[in-house]
Antibody, heavy 118, light 106 residues
Framework: QVQLVESGGGLVKPGGSLRLSCAAS????????MSWIRQAPGKGLEWVSY????????SYADSVKGRFTISRDNAKNSLYLQMNSLRAEDTAMYYC???????????WGQGTLVTVSS | DIQMTQSPSTLSASVGDRVTITCRAS??????LAWYQQKPGKAPKLLIY???SLQSGVPSRFSGSGSGTEFTLTISSLQPDDFATYYC?????????FGQGTKLEI
């Protein structure tokens, strides 16, 4: 069955960095677009970034552009999000999700919590 | 970006009720509209795609309709498991923007 397992979250000071990982299993990872979506505590869903199946097509929300970098390793069935220059407003649960078609998210991981605080 | 606005933000209902949640878009688009259900502490779950197509395994009491700029999610007879927060999402264009959510409470 399809599984997405995020890791790498934690407590970090403003200006710090974190690298999130998402381990995929149960499907042909290399065939699918993937995204990171976040949810601040008590708030709604915000798309953060997506990456095409080969990694050649990438996009970011304006709120993270220039600070976050999405990448993938199809040989390792893994998706990553490098987060630099973190701000308090980046505090959120970060989910990785699979696109069944472009934009439509059919499987989500359980999330990893990122807290940015001094 | 296409903005999505849901109403109401909170909906109080009882088991057995029929409820409808509305999602309005800032501009018209083809029916690339999805609905997700999220329970506390859990990831969102895809319920409906292409405005009215039921995702595999989702109970038939859930249905979606609409076109253009107005879409609805209807639950025909609420079950205890349905009390959750519901989000619409357009995936007509990147980024696939979400509505702000509708919390369905007892």
């Amino acid at each position: 069955q399809v599984q997405l397992v995020e890791s790498g979250g934690g407590l970090v000071k403003p200006g710090g960095s974190l690298r999130l990982s998402c381990a995929a299993s149960g499907f042909m990872f290399r065939d699918y677009y993937m995204s990171w979506i976040r949810q601040a505590p008590g708030k709604g869903l915000e798309w953060v970034s997506y990456i095409s199946s080969t990694g050649t097509n990438i996009s970011y929300a304006d709120s993270v552009k220039g600070r976050f970098t999405i990448s993938r390793d199809n040989a390792k069935n893994s998706l990553y999000l490098q987060m630099n220059s973190l701000r308090a407003e980046d505090t959120a649960m970060y989910y990785c999700a699979r696109h069944i078609v472009v934009g439509l998210l059919d499987y989500w991981g359980q999330g990893t919590l990122v807290t940015v605080s001094s | 970006d296409i903005q999505m606005t849901q109403s109401p933000s909170t909906l109080s209902a009882s088991v057995g009720d029929r409820v409808t949640i509305t999602c309005r878009a800032s501009q018209s688009f083809n029916n690339w509209l999805a609905w997700y259900q999220q329970k506390p502490g859990k990831a969102p779950k895809l319920l409906i795609y292409k405005a009215s197509s039921l995702q595999s395994g989702v109970p038939s009491r859930f249905s979606g309709s609409g076109s253009g700029t107005e879409f609805t999610l209807t639950i025909s007879s609420l079950q205890p498991d349905d009390f959750a927060t519901y989000y619409c999402q357009q995936y007509n264009s990147y980024p696939g923007t979400f509505g702000q959510g509708t919390k369905l409470e007892i």
